[in-house]
């Protein structure tokens, strides 16, 4: 189906005028082009634009614009003063005010947006008329958002496959020892049956050296990179099977869990097993941070394609599950370090849950977000994509 056209703002009717071929001060207006054409073609451009008048006005501003910075478009915005349409946003703000003091603008600048957490890189322009003199500035720039989870993507594969090197090697290294230590302690016990002190201790060894194999197994496990099994799946399936492990992993109390999934979703092509156990780590996270009473939420719905906004690259159908929870939520100076592995504020936590989950959810190329419930709690947003048989063989 076409997509409508946003209203834009000061759009004017359609004329048919053509631009007569022209050469003014060096400077080729020659186009038979109507300049409709332009109005459209820069509503039309992927990236944001927003040009302003040397009197601080408002004169061009596209699609894009508005909506990486979050705004909405008002049919009166063209012609009004920068500062004003522009105001939930004054790092753009300060950027702009800038740029008429500047004589050497910034090309291929970053900004991280402090309202929509969004990171843009920008270049900055003087508009000068013929005669040279300074008309005005424009602010053109992209959604980088994107392309830094990428970044960040391939620096956590770099470091995992760093981390999963050592483990590999210190795995080697410790694992025959640990086996040697459990051997013997076993056959001490054994000759050993009459004294109840050397049999706890030895028992103690032997729980001990048990454990330490299990860390080292788990960390191995991790370490690993997944080889996703690709089936077509029902996410719903997949969700019930989770709640039944995450129950006999933690304690579930009296905790409420309600479930919207609708029936109409489209099946995913991922590996159940793999998205089970994401579902699993992210609902025992939720038990153990409700202590045995609140409510977890778990709603799915189709997105038409992500809503990043325009400048994304791999839009397509995708599938949003939320699982959120009534606890405590998770304070602000830890937020950022949660999906690092062994990053735990659990006394008996190994800090690997949602490092598992994370590293799921990349190699399904999809999204996690942690956020805060409304009303209290925790919201973590999974987005995956729908991928067609076509994207699996790419
Ligand atoms: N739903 C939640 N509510 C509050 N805090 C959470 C929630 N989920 C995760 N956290 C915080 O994130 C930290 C890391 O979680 P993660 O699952 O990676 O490790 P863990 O639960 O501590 O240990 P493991 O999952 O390996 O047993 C937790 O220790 C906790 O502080
Ligand atoms: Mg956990």
Wanted: proline content about 6%; aromatic content about 4%; charged content about 25%.
């Amino acid at each position: 189906m076409p997509r409508k056209a946003p209203r834009r703002p000061g759009r004017q009717r359609a004329r048919s005028r053509v631009i007569k071929p022209a050469v003014r001060n060096g400077r080729a207006e020659l186009s038979a082009v109507p300049d409709t054409f332009y109005r459209d073609l820069v509503w039309n451009l992927r990236n944001g634009i927003v040009a302003v008048t040397r009197d601080g006005s408002v004169a061009v501003m596209n699609e894009a614009a508005y909506s990486i910075l979050g705004l909405k478009p008002r049919p009166d915005d063209i012609g009004r003063p920068f500062l004003e349409i522009l105001k939930e946003v004054p790092d753009v703000c300060r950027i702009i005010a800038g740029a008429f003091d500047l004589s050497h603008l910034p090309n291929r600048a970053e900004l991280r947006l402090k309202r929509t957490a969004k990171v843009i890189g920008y270049t900055l322009s003087h508009v000068c008329d013929a005669q040279g003199e300074l008309a005005g500035a424009t602010l053109f720039f992209k959604d980088l958002t994107r392309v830094e989870q990428l970044e960040e993507r391939e620096r956590l594969r770099d470091r995992l496959a760093a981390l999963g090197e050592m483990a590999a090697a210190i795995a080697h290294e410790v694992k025959n020892p640990l086996a040697g230590i459990e051997v013997m302690a076993g056959i001490l016990k054994r000759q050993m049956p009459e004294s109840e002190d050397a049999q706890t201790i030895l028992g103690d060894i032997i729980k001990e050296a048990k454990m330490a194999n299990a860390i080292v197994i788990e960390v191995l496990d991790f370490v690993r990179p997944i080889r996703l099994q690709v089936e077509q799946i029902a996410l719903a399936e997949v969700v019930d099977d989770a709640v039944s492990t995450a129950e006999s992993h933690a304690s579930r109390g009296d905790v409420k869990i309600s479930l919207a999934l609708p029936g109409d979703l489209p099946r995913l092509q991922g590996d159940t097993h793999q998205l089970r156990q994401l579902f699993t780590n992210l609902l025992v996270n939720a038990f153990e941070a409700l202590g045995g009473s609140g409510d977890v939420q778990i709603s799915a719905s189709a997105v038409a394609e992500e809503e990043s906004g325009p400048g994304i690259d791999n839009a397509g159908p995708m599938i949003q599950v939320t699982v959120s929870d009534s606890g405590p939520g998770i304070p602000a100076e830890v937020i950022d370090r949660i999906f690092s592995p062994f990053f735990t504020t659990k006394p008996q936590g190994s800090g690997l849950g949602l490092a598992i989950v994370r590293k799921i959810v990349d190699a399904h190329d999809g999204r996690i977000d942690v956020g805060a419930r409304p009303g209290g709690g925790t919201m973590f947003r999974v987005t995956l994509p729908v991928r067609t048989e076509h994207e699996l063989f790419r």
